[in-house]
């Protein structure tokens, strides 16, 4: 298990979800909330994400 995140559709922050979100939405039927569905649904994948930069970023380490 790990953790995702997802980047808001302003770009000034991010949702952060369990890597099983799929697994919940799908066998448990669980619905995320609108504004998170919405970020997802934005996620322009030809753009670099380096997710342990971001999450270094957002702990305050410094590298």
Do not use: C, Q
């Not at 697994?23 to 919405?38: A, D, Q």
């Amino acid at each position: 298990m790990s953790e995702i995140l997802v980047p808001d559709i302003n770009g000034n922050s991010y949702f952060a979800s369990p890597s099983m979100i799929y697994h919940y939405v799908v066998t448990h039927r669980y619905l995320p909330p609108k504004s998170f569905i919405e970020a997802v649904m934005n996620v322009d994948l030809s753009m670099k994400f380096l997710a342990e930069d971001i999450f270094d970023n957002l702990l305050g380490a410094r590298t």
